[in-house]
């Protein structure tokens, strides 16, 4: 359901609601009937759905319809719509947990999650920078990538939530090779065909030769790509990141592979928001997501659209088939 003061509530019931989502799949929603009543009363639609309780996670497997897994995590007078808190932090990582179970013991067939806060998420001393790093590790995995998937852009991400300072000691041969790797993998699975892979460079025009950074192209990105190509991948780069995005090499590319969050995130939000889906490669289980927060000054106000919601089911629903 995302944090209970977001937006997550009101879309998920428009999921719960939406005759085409519930023909393609069973739609239950992980969170609090109350917080989710409390939602529909405020916007005046229904939330008549049948209830699975926590204290019963089998009788997931039984269920036949749109319904919602009542997990209680919060009274009315513990939060205000629109307003972050250490107490909606914790009931969004409690929803995310309950939900990563039920994946991993095949109760449920993929996990889509609504928007959480970050700020939340610190308040309650919740360890982790975002959704994408708590699968990771519930997982088990230590060869993941971030991906955000559209028809207009696709990007893989060799580093997330960090700052900008920290993105150079993170680049290494090893890890670059995984998002490459994984990137293509899963393009293959989606695309029915070997991907193009275009990978970005760190630096400025992609360091000009050594002028800008620290020769991070030459000494990782680059060999990184070699030992792409020599496993069969058709690779790119690196390529100056300000010209990898332009129309005419979108067209002939499937996936960009960034250095940093921002590097892919503006031009993918500027050309894909509200189709854009935010999904973790590499893990046991499908996790895909919504590419937008919790837009705390529409929560509750009926204004927030499902569309990347909508896109983010179609695709679990594209990657659980096999």
């Not at 996990?111 to 790093?133: C, F, Q, S, W």
């Not at 921002?262 to 939000?269: A, E, N, R, S």
Request: with cysteine; glycine share 10%; net charge negative.
């Amino acid at each position: 359901m995302g944090d209970p003061a977001g937006v997550g509530p009101e879309i998920c019931l428009q999921a719960l609601g939406d005759p085409g989502i519930c023909a393609a799949c069973i739609p239950v929603v992980f969170g609090d009937t109350d917080i989710l009543q409390r939602c529909a009363d405020t916007l005046g639609v229904s939330a008549t759905y049948p209830v699975v309780s926590s204290d019963d996670p089998a009788a997931l497997t039984g269920v036949e319809e749109a319904s919602i897994y009542h997990i209680p995590s919060l009274a009315h007078s513990e939060f205000s719509p629109g307003h972050v808190s250490a107490d909606t932090g914790r009931a969004s990582y409690a929803y995310i947990n309950q939900a990563i179970d039920a994946a991993l013991a095949s109760r449920v067939s993929a996990v889509v999650t609504g928007p959480i806060n970050k700020a939340a998420l610190a308040l309650a001393e919740i360890p982790y920078p975002g959704h994408t790093e708590i699968f990771a590790e519930r997982c088990g995995r230590d060869r993941w990538c971030m991906m955000q998937y559209s028809e207009e852009i696709t990007c893989t991400f060799v580093t997330t939530h960090v700052g900008y300072g920290e993105v150079p000691a993170l680049l290494t041969q090893a890890r670059i090779l995984d998002v490459i790797s994984l990137s293509a993998e899963n393009l293959e699975r989606l695309h029915g065909r070997p991907p193009k892979v275009v990978v970005c460079g760190l630096n400025p025009h992609a360091g000009e030769g050594g002028l800008f950074g620290d020769r991070e192209e030459e000494r990782i990105i680059m060999p990184a790509i070699v030992s792409a190509r020599a496993m069969g991948i058709d690779v790119e780069g690196p390529l100056p990141a300000d010209t990898a995005f332009l129309p005419q090499k979108r067209k002939t590319t499937d996936v960009f592979v960034c250095m940093y969050h921002d590097q892919g995130h503006i031009p993918l939000k500027a050309l894909a928001f509200d189709s854009a889906v935010n999904t973790t490669l590499g893990l046991s289980i499908v996790r895909t997501s919504v590419d937008h927060g919790t837009a705390l000054d529409i929560a509750w106000q009926g204004k927030a659209g499902s569309g990347s919601l909508f896109s983010a089911i179609r695709l679990a629903l594209q990657l659980s088939e096999d």
